[in-house]
């Protein structure tokens, strides 16, 4: 360590680096009093820079889809001629058995997915799911850095409120790029979050054939069942055309309460090691540790849960439905949930995002209402419960299908004419 920097020119320094962006990192190793290399320091703040997003955002979105096409394109392979052409009969089969156990329908053809199209495709939703959270953080440490920081320190890292903000959030959807990549190896199945990727129903062929290579059960009725099930949830979004929305709008108003807590700041800050790129990261991770949340939040994060346990629930009790032909269906139905337990898309997507951890027995409860409702009133009135936000069962209705019966069947004419309304759209 060299002699103790001027602390008046090494502010000086701090502010024009976070005011213009342009820093000599040779003077700055200098003035700072450490032996770094000046091109190490080059590249950290080039990486920092790079991190920021275009025309005012603070996530650099490209950024993260890099990230996340890197990672899926590593391992990925040409899938097999043969299961690509035994998709394309599951999917015919499916599409008819569909049409006896719900009235939705979905007319686009399946897509065959590599593994680097579904990250291609999944960043967009990750990007509406996670962009009200990452905008909210960055907004969180704006606003709180200054006010949680003693007065010296406060004064000193003004100008820098906006780069911790955004850079702060620019990790989070660096991290997200690498999670997406990630689980572009692990899903089967383009709705496997929850949310179709697009209208059009897909199966990642590659993870498909690596998932039958091992498999007891007939492998012909593994991919007829996961057939149905994407083409289930991928018609229950067609027909309900506010369900993504509504989805994503419970994510804003999570994001709307978040707070972050900066009171260690002072103690991170002085565990930076200069000469060590990694420690920035530390440091701006560290700093946007998410406050406890507020009970609005907690209200937000259970109304989410709902929903998607209602999603899945459907799609397991209509998937059920559709394929109880098959012969093995039980021991098929027990892969995909043991599969589901271990790797599940949607309970590692939300919980990443939200910090939600999704409950199984939520989810199962959900899928013996549907079933319930299906058996004593009719499909109509199970796939007439998705015409509108307001009809949707309740998580109090899921523990007691009875009272949603009740309410059903309450509901008389004025329930018809919206199964009616609904089902001609």
């Known amino acids: 360590m060299e002699d103790q920097p001027n602390r008046e ?17 040779e003077d700055l190793a200098k003035i700072a009093g450490f032996s770094a290399d000046p091109s190490m320091l080059s590249d ?35 899938a097999n001629s043969a299961l690509e052409a035994e998709l394309e009969t599951a999917f015919d089969m499916a599409r008819l058995w569909l049409s006896e156990a719900t009235e939705f329908t979905n007319p686009n053809p399946p ?23 990452a905008n909210s953080m960055a907004a969180a440490l704006n606003e709180n ?11 000193m890292l003004a100008p820098a409120q906006n780069f911790i903000g955004n850079a702060g959030a620019s990790i989070f959807a660096m991290q997200l790029g690498q999670a997406i990549g990630k689980l572009s190896s692990e899903v089967l ?5 929850g949310i179709p990727l697009t209208a059009r129903p897909g199966i990642i062929a590659q993870n498909l054939g690596e998932f039958l290579q091992d498999l007891e059960t007939p492998k012909s009725e593994v991919v007829i069942y996961l057939a149905t099930r994407e083409l289930a949830i991928a018609s229950l979004y067609n027909q ?27 103690e991170i800050a002085s565990r930076i090691d200069p000469t060590d790129p990694g420690s920035m990261e530390q440091i701006i991770e560290a700093s946007a540790m998410v406050s406890p949340r507020s009970p609005e939040q907690q209200q937000a994060l259970e109304r989410i849960e709902t929903v998607l346990a209602l999603i899945e629930g459907w799609v397991d009790a209509t998937s059920l439905e559709a394929t109880k032909r098959l012969p093995n269906i039980q021991a098929v139905v027990e892969i995909f949930n043991r599969k589901r337990a271990t790797s599940g898309a949607s ?31 009719g499909k109509g009135a199970s796939d007439a419960l998705w015409s509108h936000p307001d009809q949707m069962p309740t998580a109090l209705e899921i523990e007691n299908p009875d009272s949603l019966i009740a309410r059903i069947n309450n509901g008389g004419d004025d329930f018809e004419d919206e199964l009616r309304k609904f089902l001609t759209d």
Do not use: C, H, Y
């Not at 020119?9 to 990192?25: A, D, H």
């Not at 199945?189 to 979050?193: A, T």
């Open 111 to 133: 897509k065959k997915l590599t593994r680097s199209m579904w990250a291609q495709e999944a960043m967009p939703l990750f990007r509406e799911l996670s962009e009200p959270v």
């Open 145 to 155: 850095l200054g006010n949680t920081l003693p007065p010296e320190l406060s004064q």
């Open 9 to 25: 020119e090494l502010e000086r320094l701090i502010r024009k680096m976070m005011e213009s962006g342009q820093l000599n990192p």
């Open 347 to 377: 309970a590692k997507t939300f919980e990443a995002l939200l910090g939600l951890e999704m409950r199984p027995r939520l989810r199962r409860e959900a899928a013996l209402m549907w079933q319930r409702v299906a058996a004593d009133i």
């Open 189 to 193: 199945l383009s709705g496997e979050i």
């Open 44 to 78: 950290l703040f080039g990486q920092v820079s790079a991190m920021t997003g275009e025309a005012g955002e603070p996530v650099n979105w490209k950024l993260a889809l890099d990230q996340a096409l890197e990672l899926s394109k590593k391992t990925e392979k040409q």
């Open 240 to 266: 309900a055309g506010w369900l993504r929305e509504q989805i994503i709008t419970q994510v804003r108003e999570f994001a709307a309460g978040l707070t972050v807590d900066l009171s260690g700041i002072e």
